[in-house]
């Protein structure tokens, strides 16, 4: 991989200990950086202006990675609704403020799929941003985030900023959250049938049909991708974000989607589990399907390396893990 930030370059990780940053961080430690900035929560309060604008005066980042945000599942964010506008909106003014007034080089905004129209055509392209209504349920987070994307193209007009919005598909990975009442489909189905198995269980029920089709990415991959971009020479930098009249938006995803139903049998297959699966249709389907158009940055050179059979076996080691660990506090 070309290099355009050096080993010694300052980064900051913001939100490091999540399922994203972590692996933004373990990408960077493999190529060899040695001078990542990593603060957590607690040490630093992204919504707390002051304390944001003091850690960039102080230390300086000359890169950015935006991996923090008030994040969770369907409903998180329907009990939560004032909390996920309110509180991505503040991280990300504050980041993407102190970024701009401190002179970082390059910053890179991590979104979601979800800011796309609810009946947007499939696949998502990025030119459909703010073509529709959007889904109902995470709606202020997806607004946020729209803001998030805004917010570096404006800043990218008028002071002349590098800031470059990363939509990625549904990741899982290392370090991901377990927990049946707010974890996404696949961390699911990997605890409901490492428990079948443990407990020789011979039926493991899944939420949903089954049908609607959903598009994973390893998180590694997702911040391979990151990573690449971070690493474009100016001028690749520059074609990518300055497009007139085209936000500086790029989609992250692993170009291939699967039903539900699939899904469950691959991980099935992965832990050599031959019990049968049922399908409880009482619960939500949700969006029929959703997968990101990734021309745009596959044409960019850039490739997943994680296919979802060997992802699935690794997340699971992963989740084996721990199960062994104590929960970790501040
Ligand atoms: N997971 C996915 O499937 C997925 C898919 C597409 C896009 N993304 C995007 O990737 C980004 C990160 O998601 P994730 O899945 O990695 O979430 P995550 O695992 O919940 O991690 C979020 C991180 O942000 C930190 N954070 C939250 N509020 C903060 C604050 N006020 N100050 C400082 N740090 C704060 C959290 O720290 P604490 O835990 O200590 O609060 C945590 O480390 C989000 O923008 C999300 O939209 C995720």
């Not at 796309?116 to 997806?142: D, H, I, M, V, W």
């Not at 994680?306 to 690794?314: A, D, H």
């Amino acid at each position: 991989m070309n290099s355009f930030m050096e080993s010694a370059s300052r980064i900051f990780v913001a939100g490091h200990r999540g399922l994203a940053g972590s692996a933004i961080v373990r990408k960077l430690r493999e190529l060899g950086h040695t001078n990542l900035l990593l603060r957590t929560h607690h040490e630093l309060d992204l919504l707390d202006r002051g304390a944001t604008r003091a850690f960039f005066d102080r230390e300086r980042p000359e890169y950015v990675f935006l991996a923090a945000a008030r994040v969770g599942g369907v409903l998180a964010n329907r009990d939560f609704p004032a909390e996920f506008i309110a509180q991505n909106l503040d991280i990300q003014n504050n980041v993407l403020e102190s970024a701009a007034r401190t002179g970082v080089r390059r910053l890179l905004f991590l979104g979601s799929s979800c800011i796309y129209p609810r009946l947007a055509p499939q696949p998502l392209k990025e030119e459909y941003l703010l073509s529709g209504p959007l889904e109902f349920t995470n709606r202020p987070y997806a607004i946020a985030k729209i803001a998030g994307i805004e917010m570096c193209w404006a800043f990218n007009r008028q002071y002349g900023t590098k800031f470059l919005a990363a939509m990625p598909t549904n990741l899982y990975g290392t370090g991901d959250n377990y927990d049946l009442q707010t974890s996404h489909v696949l961390p699911a189905l990997i605890r409901k049938i490492h428990e079948a198995i443990e407990r020789r269980q011979k039926k493991v029920v899944v939420w949903g049909t089954g049908t609607p089709r959903r598009e994973f990415l390893f998180s590694d991959d997702m911040a391979d991708a990151c990573v690449y971009l971070m690493n474009f020479s100016e001028a690749q930098f520059e074609s990518l974000i300055s497009v007139p009249e085209t936000p500086p938006l790029i989609n992250v995803g692993s170009g291939h989607d699967l039903t539900i139903r699939e899904l469950a049998s691959t991980v099935c297959a992965v832990m050599g589990y031959d019990g049968n699966l049922t399908f409880d249709s009482t619960k939500p389907d949700g969006t029929p399907r959703k997968l990101l158009d990734t021309t745009k940055l596959f044409n960019l050179g850039w490739k997943p390396s994680i296919p979802l059979p060997q992802g699935i076996q690794l997340a699971w080691d992963d989740y084996r893990v721990q199960l062994q660990q104590p929960q970790e506090t501040n």
